[in-house]
């Protein structure tokens, strides 16, 4: 166990440290306390969700592992999800998906209704937290050879645009009940295996599709659409009708929000350097933190130069306020609750370092040219104390400090998770 003291100590002379730089430790922690992270709830049962058991999962993204205890019941899923937040320092939101629907009824996923999330809402307000929002544009016999939105099909078209109106008038119920707005995701599969003769024709139904779907208004302190672009899916390796460009431009001709997912360029891309291209000109960011690990394979999030890169930028560039932290992966090789927490605290931890920085200084170095005082300073922030921070950090919220969390996995997994198989 880590003791209280071996904390306080570390941090007093953290703080003393980063004072000597004109950073205010404890101003940095309040800052990290309001960004909040969107859980995606999806990591707790591999994807399945409650409408449509056993089926397959589709839309070129896979789950691979079968780590014991996976949740498989609305109350099994918020139990876990439960624990995960109870060892995240600050307050969050959760990202559900549409099939994650808790009703009795048969229903598909053109006839869901906000009362098919009641029970989500009911357990936000206890858990004081918000919702996000995603429609379930996959796993479904109503995808066919891969196209929703973009079908040459007006039937398959039709079903999946109902289905995207009806997301929306979910995440305007999460808005309006839970008090703060809903980010209502957009993500399609549509695309071909192999090479397209028309490229034009897809997207410009995909244009169609969507401003349909958004074609009535939402107050947007209750809801706003997010658009997340792809550069292939398996099976859909030649050409994807939502690419990043399409969506880039999609977003910003109906001011909406661009969703940018960690996972979906090519590996030698740095996506933290899109952030400040596009918000001058974009409404606002939502991200997909994910990990791809040689290709858009969904590990969890760690701790490494493309998180850090990530968080920086959001911090440097003063992009907090317009950007929507989400997490996006999926392991089941691990325990699925730890995936969280190892996720969410590193994406916080990432933050933190980024925060911890003489971050106004470094631009006034850099504006009179003087690149030695920039490289000496980075370079050296990377070996300062901040993890005598964000133990402060977790410790000041009630969380458990370092690793101590592990134990607590243990025991939630002893008591409940390997009890469920
Ligand atoms: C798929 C997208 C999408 C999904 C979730 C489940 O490549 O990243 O965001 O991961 O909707
Ligand atoms: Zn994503």
New binding site residues.
């Given amino acids: 166990m880590v003791q209280k003291q071996s904390v306080d100590e570390a941090y007093k002379i953290a703080k003393q440290r980063y004072a000597e730089l004109g950073v205010d430790t404890d101003a940095v922690m309040a800052a990290l306390k309001k960004v909040k992270l969107s859980l995606h709830c999806?990591q707790g049962d591999d994807?399945h969700g409650f409408l449509f058991p056993g089926q397959e999962l589709t839309g070129g993204?896979g789950v691979s592992g079968n780590y014991p205890g996976i949740a498989r019941t609305p109350d099994e899923l918020t139990s876990d999800l439960h624990e995960a937040l109870s060892l995240i320092p600050g307050n969050h939101k959760v990202q559900l998906?549409a099939i994650y629907a808790v009703t009795d009824k048969k229903k598909d996923l053109d006839e869901l209704e906000p009362e098919d999330f009641k029970y989500w809402v009911d357990w936000a307000k206890q858990e004081k937290i918000g919702l996000d929002m995603?429609g379930t544009f996959f796993s479904h016999p109503k995808v066919k050879e891969n196209f929703t939105l973009a079908s040459p099909e007006k039937d398959i078209r039709d079903f999946w645009i109902e289905h995207g109106k009806r997301s929306r008038a979910i995440a305007n119920y999460f808005g309006e009940a839970l008090g703060q707005q809903s980010v209502n995701?957009f993500?399609i599969p549509d695309g071909y295996k192999d090479n397209p003769i028309d490229k034009a024709t897809p997207r410009l139904r995909l244009i169609k599709s969507l401003d349909e779907i958004i074609k009535k208004p939402y107050p947007e302190k209750n809801t706003i659409e997010a658009f997340?672009g792809?550069l292939f899916?398996t099976g859909i390796e030649s050409y994807t009708v939502g690419s990043h460009l399409f969506y880039n431009n999609y977003a910003i001709s109906r001011n909406k929000l661009w969703t940018i997912?960690a996972?979906?360029w090519h590996p030698t891309e740095d996506v933290s350097d899109k952030f400040s291209a596009f918000l001058p000109f974009g409404k606002g960011l939502m991200l997909?933190v994910s990990r791809p690990v040689r290709w858009?394979s969904?590990h969890v999030v760690i701790f490494d130069d493309a998180l850090t890169r990530i968080t920086r930028s959001l911090v440097r560039d003063n992009e907090l306020a317009k950007t929507n932290i989400g997490l996006?992966f999926f392991d089941a090789t691990i325990n699925r609750v730890a995936a969280w927490v190892i996720g969410a605290r590193a994406t916080q931890k990432a933050l933190l370092q980024g925060m911890l920085a003489p971050i106004e200084d470094l631009k006034q170095a850099e504006a009179k040219y003087d690149f030695t005082q920039r490289l000496v300073e980075t370079e050296e922030l990377k070996s300062y104390p901040f993890t005598a921070v964000w133990d402060k950090f977790c410790q000041d919220n009630g969380v458990p400090v370092g690793m101590d969390w592990l134990n607590q996995i243990r025991q939630y997994e002893k008591d409940v998770q390997f009890k469920r198989d």
């Fill in positions: 999806w994807i993204i998906h995603n995701n993500w997340e792809k899916g997912d996972g979906h997909h858009d969904d996006d």
